[in-house]
């Protein structure tokens, strides 16, 4: 015979294990949603708005790149697939470290490292591959399009 409390307990278990299944479907659908690439991505700048057409980028039937040729560090990584802003905001006062370097590096280790501002990070990225493969926008009202 299953006593009251064997029966307590297995509603209780069953309980728990509804939680942890339905915390775990919200994480996964939550990292997924971090992780999907972004379709396109207007950038704001005094320059005036860029279109970056990410998935053209990506696509086989685009441009076909990998992830980790733009999201560079760590390398082929997905801890790496942030926005770039997140360590792109040289240049540091000596001595400074910004807290985004500290989730994987000792201070001592990275106190040294040159770190460029944001526009110049995109500025050199994109401009730079899109003279290697002589394709793709290299004057300004090309990309600053607004
Ligand atoms: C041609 C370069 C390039 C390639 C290839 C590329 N990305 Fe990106 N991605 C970018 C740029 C630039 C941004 C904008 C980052 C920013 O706003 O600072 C971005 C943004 C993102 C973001 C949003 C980051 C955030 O927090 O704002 C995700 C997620 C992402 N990419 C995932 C991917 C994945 C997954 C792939 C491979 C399928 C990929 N990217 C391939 C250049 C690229
Ligand atoms: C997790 C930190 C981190 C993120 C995110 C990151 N970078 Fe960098 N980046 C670095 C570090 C550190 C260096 C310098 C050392 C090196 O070359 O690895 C660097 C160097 C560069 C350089 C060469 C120096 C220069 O400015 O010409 C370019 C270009 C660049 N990053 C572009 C980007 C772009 C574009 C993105 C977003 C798609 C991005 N980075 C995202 C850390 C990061
Ligand atoms: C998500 C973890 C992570 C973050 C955040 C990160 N790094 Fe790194 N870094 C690594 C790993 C892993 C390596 C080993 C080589 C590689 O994968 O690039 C590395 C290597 C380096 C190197 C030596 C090799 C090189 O690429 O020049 C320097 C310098 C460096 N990181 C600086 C920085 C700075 C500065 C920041 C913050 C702006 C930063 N890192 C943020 C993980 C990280
Ligand atoms: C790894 C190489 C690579 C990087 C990095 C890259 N591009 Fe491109 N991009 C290309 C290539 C190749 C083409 C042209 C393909 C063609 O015309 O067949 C292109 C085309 C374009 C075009 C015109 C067609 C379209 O897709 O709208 C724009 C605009 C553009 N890129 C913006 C950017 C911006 C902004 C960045 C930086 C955030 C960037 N690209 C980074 C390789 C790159
Ligand atoms: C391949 C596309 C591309 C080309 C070519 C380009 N830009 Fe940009 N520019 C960008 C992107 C992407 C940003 C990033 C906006 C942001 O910070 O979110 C930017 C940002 C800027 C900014 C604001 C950030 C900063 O660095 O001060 C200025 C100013 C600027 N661009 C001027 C220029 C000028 C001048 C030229 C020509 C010499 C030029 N750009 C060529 C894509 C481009």
């Given at each position: 015979?299953?006593?009251?409390?064997?029966?307590?307990?297995?509603?209780?278990?069953?309980?728990?294990?509804?939680?942890?299944?339905?915390?775990?479907?919200?994480?996964?659908?939550?990292?997924?949603?971090?992780?999907?690439?972004?379709?396109?991505?207007?950038?704001?700048?005094?320059?005036?708005k860029?279109?970056?057409?990410?998935?053209?980028?990506?696509?086989?039937?685009?441009?076909?790149?990998?992830?980790?040729?733009?999201?560079?560090?760590?390398?082929?990584?997905?801890?790496?697939?942030?926005?770039?802003?997140?360590?792109?905001q040289?240049?540091?006062e000596?001595?400074?470290?910004?807290?985004?370097?500290?989730?994987?590096?000792?201070?001592?280790?990275?106190?040294?490292?040159?770190?460029?501002?944001?526009?110049?990070?995109?500025?050199?990225?994109?401009?730079q591959?899109?003279?290697?493969?002589?394709?793709?926008?290299e004057?300004?009202?090309?990309?600053?399009?607004?």
């Open positions: 015979m299953v006593s009251k409390k064997q029966l307590q307990l297995a509603y209780g278990l069953a309980i728990v294990l509804l939680v942890v299944g339905v915390g775990s479907y919200a994480y996964t659908a939550l990292t997924a949603k971090v992780l999907d690439e972004p379709v396109r991505i207007q950038f704001k700048s005094v320059a005036g860029v279109l970056f057409s990410h998935k053209m980028h990506t696509a086989e039937t685009g441009y076909g790149f990998a992830c980790f040729d733009c999201h560079h560090h760590p390398e082929d990584d997905d801890s790496s697939l942030r926005a770039c802003g997140d360590c792109h040289g240049p540091l000596e001595g400074v470290v910004l807290e985004s370097c500290l989730d994987c590096h000792e201070q001592d280790d990275v106190v040294d490292t040159e770190i460029t501002k944001k526009g110049d990070a995109f500025h050199d990225q994109c401009i591959c899109h003279q290697e493969f002589e394709a793709g926008p004057e300004c009202s090309q990309c600053h399009i607004l």
